[in-house]
């Protein structure tokens, strides 16, 4: 996936700040959305183990992409129709 990206990121010209600003809003889209209750009709919940969470305090000081990595729990989602 690095390599991948590195490449897209190149292809379409995309700065480092855009890359990190864009899972930053992401993230806060989504905890505000949670915190609101947008979607509390059409979530249904679901018991996780300890240990994983939602990230409510990331941050794109530091050079660990802490932004741009993925949770665990991230893509932990079912769709029914």
């Known amino acids: 996936m690095g390599v991948s ?6 292809y379409y010209n995309l700065a480092r ?16 959305a949670h ?8 979530i249904t919940p679901v018991m996780i183990p300890r240990g994983f969470k ?3 305090s990331t941050t794109v000081e530091f050079d660990e992409e802490t932004a741009n990595a993925s ?7 079912s769709l029914l129709v």
Not at 5 to 10: G, V
Not at 17 to 32: A, G, I, W
Not at 71 to 77: F, K
């Open 35 to 42: 915190e609101s209750g947008k979607f509390e009709n059409e």
């Open 71 to 77: 949770p665990i729990n991230d893509g932990g989602r």
């Open 54 to 56: 939602v990230k409510t």
């Open 17 to 32: 700040e855009d890359q990190d600003s864009f899972p930053m809003k992401s993230y806060q889209r989504s905890q505000k």
């Open 5 to 10: 990206a590195e490449k897209c990121a190149k």
